[in-house]
T-cell receptor
Framework: DGGITQSPKYLFRKEGQNVTLSCEQN?????MYWYRQDPGQGLRLIYY???????QKGDIAEGYSVSREKKESFPLTVTSAQKNPTAFYLC??????????????FGDGTRLSIL | DAKTTQPTSMDCAEGRAANLPCNHS???????VYWYRQIHSQGPQYIIH???NNETNEMASLIITEDRKSSTLILPHATLRDTAVYYC????????????FGQGTTLQVKP
């Protein structure tokens, strides 16, 4: 079945440690996104990529990094510079945006907690 | 992005139609209205979108007023599994894909 796979489902990070969250899609989508959701809040955009080997910062990119070496994959690294990383992280993908923005399809998320 | 206003919460009896309103009075002529929902601890799910005509798919119907300043998402026969937070989003037409999720409407479907 086509879809977006995020792994792991739960992740624990020690202070000062970098961790990488995986996001893979087999929908042949050009665009991919990373969002962060805090309890009781809406989603906030961290990074997005509209094409391979290109990505842009979203609203809260500080302390995060991404890469887009393959169309199917868009991993997110939460660095030690991110002082409040505990959150629910969601990856999404869509066909290339145009006049009518294409609907985004989301993964089931990764919950990151600090030990 | 056009600002959207939704009620904070709504209840609906199981089997009845759920009508979720959204105001987007600052919407521009070429901006679409999108609806997503998020069931607790899961990623958001795309439901439907439209420009000016009413739309229907297997999940829901979207009714957009003639002046496009408001819309209503209709779940024709709500089930307990429809309990979720529903988000109405109007991305800017030049938007690069960013979705702005506000607080949405928490729909509680009751037996």
């Amino acid at each position: 079945d086509g879809g977006i796979t995020q792994s792991p489902k739960y992740l624990f990070r020690k202070e000062g440690q970098n961790v990488t969250l995986s996001c893979e899609q087999n929908l042949n989508h050009d665009a991919m996104y990373w969002y962060r959701q805090d309890p009781g809040q809406g989603l906030r955009l961290i990074y997005y990529s509209q094409i391979v080997n290109d990505f842009q910062k979203g609203d809260i990119a500080e302390g995060y990094s991404v890469s887009r070496e393959k169309k199917e994959s868009f991993p997110l690294t939460v660095t030690s510079a991110q002082k409040n990383p505990t959150a629910f992280y969601l990856c999404a993908s869509s066909h290339q945006t145009g006049i009518a923005m294409q609907p985004q399809h989301f993964g089931d998320g990764t919950r990151l907690s600090i030990l | 992005d056009a600002k959207t206003t939704q009620p904070t919460s709504m209840d609906c009896a199981e089997g009845r139609a759920a009508n979720l309103p959204c105001n987007h009075s600052t919407i521009s002529g070429n901006e679409y209205v999108y609806w997503y929902r998020q069931i607790h601890s899961q990623g958001p799910q795309y439901i439907i979108h439209g420009l000016k005509n009413n739309e229907t798919n297997e999940m829901a119907s979207l009714i957009i007023t003639e002046d496009r300043k408001s819309s209503t998402l209709i779940l024709p026969h709500a089930t307990l599994r429809d309990t979720a937070v529903y988000y109405c989003i109007v991305p800017h037409s030049s938007n690069t894909g960013k979705l702005i999720f506000g607080q949405g409407t928490t729909l509680q479907v009751k037996p």
